[in-house]
């Protein structure tokens, strides 16, 4: 038989094409991206990755020229504002003399509109008061010191002075603190606006008064500061169970007597350890309190218009005079919850945005 093999020479050829097909698949064999790199020399390795990504190269590019601009532009403008002088190089590099910055209050905004005797004195006073208050030198005891020169003519203005610390709630505004530039140009502005009302008063008499004020006003300030941190504590704490407490104890004062005054009912939540009256407590009451009084300036309105029907008064002279002082009395007690009401829905839109307030 010509077509057969040996099991001996089979298996041997076998073999060698074997051998044959794994050197051809060693030699073919695609080598491993890590191999690949780590024989690919740098430069061209990376050219290749960009010109692949051209778009997130350019991207990547343009970033880093911004970033690099903006970071040089600020070295070059900080280095010309704060360059040393010639003068002080010569010596630092001469006579190795160390040119060391002073460091001071008034080092950034040097103050020369003032003496340096006051700036000192504003000085002192100011360290002091950062020192020893919890909140530093806080815009509610400036305010309390110009209220106490009476500088403030308008509520528009002394909004404006708590608008100044750069905050929108008061609570925020009172309890920020002033950096010493700032309290400085406080005091020109209490000199200039003393100046101008015709009082005329010099630096060191004015400087005397405010140092006075002061330390006067810091322990009602101390004071104020703890109420505050109380204040927080209790907000933080307040749980849905108290506001519930509290609301509750309001229904109950107001159903038994509805024309208490909100001091009473401040003082009664203050009595059992609950936070003070907010906002829309507050607008509820006035609500309450505007309605019955309405009520009985209409029922007594119309009791005088009964007793005119028939053209003569039903009602003796006195009676008549009674009933209309009275009307007039109601009349002017609902003006003036009219305006507590209008001024506390004022406050209550800017707290509350998305809510409405209903007109009685």
């Keep these: 038989m010509l077509n057969f093999i040996p099991k001996y020479n089979y298996y041997q050829r076998l073999t060698q094409h074997m051998t044959i097909r794994k050197t051809l698949d060693r030699e073919n064999r695609k080598p491993k991206k890590w191999l690949q790199n780590y024989f690919v020399p ?19 590019l343009l970033c880093f020229g911004l970033f690099t601009y903006y970071e040089g532009f ?18 630092r590099w001469i006579f190795n003399v160390k040119n060391i910055p002073k460091q001071s209050l008034t080092e950034f905004q040097p103050i020369n509109t003032l003496n340096q005797n006051t700036v000192n004195q504003l000085k002192e006073i100011y360290l002091k008061c950062e020192s020893e208050m919890k909140y530093g030198m806080s815009r509610k005891l400036m305010y309390e ?11 528009e203005e002394r909004i404006g002075f708590y608008r100044q610390s750069g905050y929108y709630k008061k609570r925020n505004q009172k309890v920020s603190s002033v950096h010493f530039s700032q309290f400085v140009k406080i005091f020109e502005d209490a000199l200039k606006k003393l100046n101008k009302k015709g009082n005329i008063i010099t630096e060191s008499e004015l400087v005397s008064q405010f140092i006075q004020l002061c330390l006067e006003k810091q322990d009602e300030i101390k004071k104020w500061e703890l109420k505050i941190q109380q204040k927080r504590a209790e907000y933080v704490k307040l749980i849905p169970e108290l506001q519930e407490q509290k609301q509750g104890l309001i229904r109950q004062i107001m159903s038994e ?14 009595n059992k350890g609950l936070y003070g009256l907010g906002t829309k407590d507050k607008l509820q009451i006035y609500d309450l309190q505007l309605s019955l009084h309405k009520v009985l300036l209409d ?4 009791k005088l218009e009964n007793s005119m029907l028939f053209g003569q008064s039903m009602l003796s002279s006195e009676k008549e005079k009674r009933l209309i002082k009275k009307i007039m009395d109601e009349e002017q007690i609902v003006e003036q919850l009219q305006a507590k009401r209008n001024n506390m829905a004022e406050k209550f839109k800017v707290l509350f945005k998305k809510q409405e307030i209903f007109d009685i």
């Design 42 to 60: 740098f430069i061209p390795k990376w050219t290749s990755r960009i010109i692949d990504n051209k778009k997130k190269s350019i991207f990547f």
């Design 74 to 91: 600020q070295y070059l403008h900080n280095k010309v504002l704060h360059r040393e002088p010639l003068k002080n190089k010569f010596q």
């Design 145 to 155: 010191i110009y209220d106490s020169l009476h500088l403030f003519q308008k509520d």
């Design 257 to 270: 007597n509805p024309y208490v005054t909100e001091e009473y009912i401040q003082k009664e939540l203050e």
């Design 299 to 302: 029922n007594k309105k119309a």
